[in-house]
């Protein structure tokens, strides 16, 4: 099985900072693209940032010179650096990373989720 555990939400008031973390763990051959997607209420979910195993970016344009997406490829933990933070940031926070993993002789790839964690922008 394959496990994605986010930490770092929380309160912060607007123009703070939070930093998310998210760690993979389980049974599985290799980690390609890790990522954060966003829902607030009443929204759909949208993709914040994209990071490739070989540490490619990409960034929604609302999130574009606030948020920094990093990685560690030893430990399979993405991070999301979240900056000069908006009212508007205020959703649940989920990653996601595309996995490989091998059952009998098979090797297959899927995409995999937390379970979201809430950053709540407010004074």
């Known amino acids: 099985q394959v496990h994605l555990v986010e930490s770092g939400g929380g309160l912060v008031q607007p123009g703070g900072s939070l930093k998310l973390s998210c760690l993979a763990s389980g049974d599985f051959v290799d980690v390609s693209a890790m990522g954060w997607y966003s829902q607030a209420p009443g929204n759909e979910r949208e993709l914040v940032a994209r990071?490739?195993?070989?540490?490619?970016?990409m960034y929604a344009d609302s999130v574009k010179g606030r948020f920094t997406i990093s990685r560690d490829n030893a430990e399979n933990t993405v991070y999301l650096q979240m900056n000069s933070l908006k009212p508007e940031d205020t959703a649940v926070y989920s990653c996601?990373?595309?996995?490989?993993?091998?059952?009998?002789?098979?090797?297959?790839?899927?995409?995999?989720w937390g379970q979201g964690t809430q950053v709540t922008v407010s004074s």
């Open positions: 990071i490739t195993s070989s540490g490619s970016t």
């Open positions: 996601y990373a595309n996995i490989k993993t091998k059952v009998g002789g098979w090797a297959t790839r899927n995409d995999y």
